[in-house]
């Protein structure tokens, strides 16, 4: 029996598709990208003819109404991620959208609730499950190379961006009704999600907000305090206006007999400091970073695989952004 090829419609041609994910669906057997939509017309036909896609669109709606299309790749900000996705599973045509998976926890229930009614299944970009760096941090952990967690503890600091300093044409990402927040909705939810497929669910969650910088009306430094199912705690701290002297990404997972340090943006060496000594492993990740799991999703809908990287597993991660912004 001929194995179902996956036509891919994306609905959006930003920075995201150029390397981390567009590439890797023409990569993935039995799945090509067969048409793109950008509310720019002439993005949308540059997009098309670059990377040798047959269709382009600047209207969503007709894309999803596309024959040739049976599988939607939702690329644009987070704030039209639940209305896309819903028109698409209405329409039948599972859906991949990027993260956060939208813009607040709400719409993640939206989303979900058509998914069940609907059957047709919504995937979450969280790719750095899939990836061999994380996965040997998972691998460590289970180990028991740490003994027993006991803490787990997130620090980020970077410098402000070039485009932060344009306040007549500041970044979408520090515009809350395009985004959801500031750099923290952004980026936190890669990091909480990682923790929460590790440890399971945050059920707790508190935080603090503050703008020091002073670049963008949203927030640029938060601290937090989350606790874990299981009773085990977190903490977190963000810095999106910082020195260049303070920069960091790190993430520690402390243990009664050891400690695991990893990054999750830089991928700087893992370092596993217990009492055999300090070791360091720096696993290689593929070119384009979500081949993983976009080849999951591809024999999933191909009925060969199970991908649990979906809305209803991605859904935890917004309750808790939401929380420590004092959103819910």
């Not at 985004?179 to 923790?195: K, N, S, T, V």
Request: negative net charge; contains cysteine.
């Amino acid at each position: 029996m001929q194995e179902k090829e996956i036509r891919w419609g994306f609905i959006g041609c930003g920075e995201a598709t150029e390397k981390k994910s567009g590439p890797a669906f023409a990569e993935v057997a039995g799945s090509r990208v067969v048409a793109v939509m950008s509310r720019s017309a002439e993005k949308a036909r540059n997009y098309a003819e670059r990377h040798g896609v047959p269709r382009w669109y600047s209207d969503p709606m007709e894309l999803i109404e596309e024959m040739d299309v049976n599988a939607v790749y939702i690329a644009t900000p987070p704030s039209t991620h639940a209305t896309y996705a819903i028109m698409a599973m209405k329409a039948g045509k599972p859906v991949y959208v990027e993260k956060p998976m939208a813009a607040n926890y709400e719409d993640c229930c939206r989303i979900n609730r058509i998914s069940e009614l609907t059957g047709i299944p919504c995937f979450v970009a969280y790719y750095r499950r899939y990836l061999p760096y994380f996965r040997k941090v998972k691998q460590m952990v289970e180990s028991g190379a740490l003994g027993h967690i006991i803490n787990v503890q997130i620090r980020f600091a970077v410098p402000p961006r070039d485009l932060d300093y344009n306040a007549a044409n500041l970044p979408w990402r520090v515009q809350p009704d395009i985004a959801g927040g500031g750099y923290f909705y952004d980026l936190a939810p890669h990091q909480i999600d990682l923790l929460q497929e590790m440890f399971g669910p945050i059920t707790e969650a508190e935080g603090y907000t503050a703008n020091r910088g002073g670049l963008y009306p949203t927030e640029d430094s938060v601290s937090a305090c989350f606790r874990f199912g299981d009773g085990l705690p977190g903490s977190g701290s963000w810095c999106f206006v910082a020195d260049e002297t303070s920069r960091e990404d790190a993430i520690d997972i402390i243990g009664d007999s050891g400690k695991l340090r990893f990054s999750v943006f830089t991928y700087d060496p893992i370092i596993l400091h217990n009492a055999s000594g300090r070791q360091y492993f720096r696993p290689e990740n593929p070119q384009h970073v979500q081949l993983p799991l976009i080849r999951n999703v591809v024999e999933h809908l191909q009925g060969k695989a199970i991908c649990t990287c979906d809305s209803v597993s991605a859904t935890p991660v917004n309750w808790v952004v939401d929380r420590i912004l004092g959103k819910l």
